[in-house]
């Protein structure tokens, strides 16, 4: 609703004035009145008229009357869409203007665009909700002041705001694969909505070397989808799954993306490629056991020439603590820095602690794990791991 | 006669758009007080909305190349650039007298900056 009135009001402000109006008007009247019939389409239409009020508020002082009319039949001729056709794509490239830091436009995008909360978007992006709405309040302002326009990007702006656009798609696939909230351990929306995004992106992009590695990673990762969660709905690690249920015809798309994406990238490895490359060593090992440990390790290594961060050392502590044990996982570990709040590195660390038999400190660690944010069936999984310790 | 680019320079990257204290209220007074004596030498300025909304802008390889735009000023520094003034004196010592009036001069710094005069409708 409110990519559909940024898009006609071609305002960014605007809009969201607008629908925050209409959810106060229904918080006010739903209860009272009763919900209507379509509660959507009563929101849209509201969220409409208050925007024509407030042009026409502007039109005393510019003469916009123009615009409110026009507002009127926008739904029946949409405006020029430019060379993205697609409504949430091409808002995406509108939300990655480079005026804005990638910081700035990937927290902008998830929360007005990939429908995430403020606190998931914190989660998402390893900061704290404090950080966030700051971060956000600052992008607001930045775009207003100093009148960051809404348009349709042409094709000469897409290669600029590609960067922000991937990692976009990228933490929505993230946060539907890993969900931080709510009850279940998938949100199954936001991961198709991903991938049917990056798969646009190729086809506005074809042969660009970090989509094709996006969408590569994103149909590697989805393949493990079905054997994700046992018959309880409980998540199962990666360890545990039976690998007869993944999805054979996603990694054979994955595989072949992954090697167009190989070939293009020769000389300077691309993250979204060399991610895409760790995961294919996963989806193509027959067990846990036998994975091609040595390969994920070295990849990781090639991850870290390009981009060196803290998830990354993470993975690759992981990794090395297959390849050589839990004590060399745990050294590796040591080197990872400002992911105390993260629950990947406190659940890893406690797996690593729980393997090399320090158990007390495995206790106490999957205690840490438990106080942290995340959804009702991983918690119980990780009660479980502590449990098993006595 | 030339003309002087008086550059305001504060901590904080404070924020000129919002008076809400005491404080820029009466700093607010100060440069309309300093405006109004410095009436006959100001030829123009402007004060500037924090750091926090400037877009940085280059062009990589030269003309025609990629525009690349960023987040931010071009330097991050602890005292940022908040506005300016132009103005036309008859030489550097009285625009350092008018510069010493500017508010911002009593706590942090302005950088008084000769213009280039390229002929051109001057007589």
Known sequence: MLATLVRTTGSWQLAEDAVQDAVMRALDRWPRDGIPPEPRAWLTVTARRRAIDLIRREAMRDSKELAALELRVADAEPPDHGVVRDDLLRLLFVCCHPALSVEAQTALALRTLGGLSTEEVASSLLVSPATMAKRLTRAKRKIQVARIPYEAPSPEDLPERLQGVLTVIYLMFNEGYHASGGDGPLRRGLTSEAIRLATLLRELLPGQVSVLGLAALLALHDARTPARLDHDGEPVRLAEQDRSRWDRDAIERGLALLGLALRGSVARPDPFVVQAAIAACHDLAPTWEATNWPAIVSWYDVLLTVGDTPVVRLGRAVAIGELHGPDAGLTALETVEGLEGHLPFVAGRAELLARSGRVAEARDAYRAALELPTNAATRRTLAARLDELG | ?123
């Open chain 2, 1 to 123: 006669m030339p003309q002087y680019a008086a550059l305001i320079y504060e901590p904080g990257d404070p924020d000129w758009s919002a008076v809400d204290t005491p404080e820029k209220q009466q700093m607010l007074a100060d440069y309309g007080a300093f405006g109004a004596t410095a009436a006959a030498v100001l030829r123009g300025g402007a004060a500037l909305y924090p750091t926090t909304t400037a877009t940085t802008v280059r062009v990589n390889g030269g003309k025609g190349g990629d525009v690349v735009t960023s987040d931010g000023p071009f330097a991050e520094t602890k005292e940022v650039l908040t506005g300016f003034y132009l103005m036309e004196c008859a030489d550097l010592d009285e625009a350092v007298r008018w510069a010493a009036q500017i508010p911002a001069a009593w706590y942090s710094g302005i950088e008084v900056r000769p213009v280039i005069d390229f002929g051109g409708s001057e007589s």
